[in-house]
């Protein structure tokens, strides 16, 4: 079988232990750089045809589709280069849609509510530069989840301020703080397999960023809710962050397609979906006469 990444960096840990892992068993893994699907004199289109990058852009030097693709690159051309591949009949590991949606948190917290799952209450709050008379302390986020994005407590005017100088412009939702350990519980999912770890939360951290990852076995309670988390969200590969300390489980952030880094087990474990989500589309295919 054919498998694709679709990955700014293929060489990522768990892409490159999966790869591996298919490549020993004799299929066929190939990056597929994720930028936007062009036409057929090169330029930039929103629909089908070729695509841009090495290879053409597609998993094989015959510009062929892969039986699957793993799309670990969340970026706007990403995006519609996963979306592109779908409507030619190609299954994408999340899909487009599921992957985008993580990536707006308002939209992420209304769909997970509305689902009855413990979200934190999370407001749309506008420009961080125009935001004004906030109950501290609070937690503020960028809205768009990216890399690098914007996650910071703030407890007063003046850390606002410091806050403001910086991202001006930048879209934000605001959250209540909600007293914890100070560290975070980290669920990773893939294909209903569950992998677990404890980490010192960036908040609670001087540089601002997380701790390293320590061992840790989520009660059967904490395992359910991210599974459940998957069905509401369409995801397949994913990530789920609650908060650690009396008032949990409070469900902070979910993560389409995270790194998963450490967690023995998770490469095997997504070379096995990409093997099952590939299969499946063969099987579908013949059904359907090809």
């Known amino acids: 079988m054919r498998v694709g990444l679709i990955a700014g960096d293929p ?12 490549v020993e068993r004799g299929h066929e893994v190939v990056a597929v750089p994720p930028v936007e699907p062009v036409d057929g004199g090169g330029r930039r289109a929103a629909g089908d045809g070729e695509y841009a990058g090495g290879d053409g852009g597609c998993a094989g030097g015959d510009g062929g589709l892969a039986d699957v693709y793993l799309l670990k690159a969340r970026t706007p051309r990403a995006l ?3 979306g592109a591949l779908e409507r030619r009949g190609a299954p994408v590991v999340n899909s ?22 413990p979200f934190a209450a999370t407001v749309d709050a506008g420009r961080l530069g125009e935001l004004a008379d906030p109950a501290y302390p609070f937690v503020v ?7 690098h994005d914007l996650v910071a407590r703030v407890d007063g005017p003046g850390r606002l301020r410091e806050l403001a100088e910086q991202w001006p412009e930048e879209p934000v939702v605001t959250q209540p703080f909600v007293p914890g350990t100070g560290w975070d519980q980290k669920l990773w999912v893939i294909d209903g397999r569950v992998f677990a770890a404890r980490r010192r939360s960036e908040l609670a951290s001087a540089s601002g960023r997380s701790g ?27 990530g789920v962050d609650l908060l650690d300390g009396a008032a949990e489980p409070v ?35 013949v059904a359907g006469g090809w």
């Open 80 to 82: 519609a280069l996963a």
């Open 96 to 117: 487009a849609a599921a992957t985008e949606l993580c990536q707006d948190r308002v939209r992420m917290a209304d769909l997970a509510r509305a689902a009855g799952l």
């Open 141 to 147: 986020k960028s809205r768009r989840s990216r890399r």
């Open 11 to 22: 060489a990522h840990p768990v892409l490159a232990a999966t790869a591996a892992l298919l």
């Open 251 to 285: 469900i902070v952030d979910v993560n389409a397609f995270p790194g998963v880094r450490g967690r023995p087990g998770a490469p095997e474990a997504l070379a096995e979906l990409a093997l099952r989500v590939a299969a499946e589309r063969g099987r579908a295919l």
């Open 212 to 238: 390293p990852a320590e061992d840790w076995e989520p009660p059967a309670d904490r395992a359910a809710l991210a599974l459940r988390v998957g069905e509401v969200f369409g995801l397949d590969v994913y």
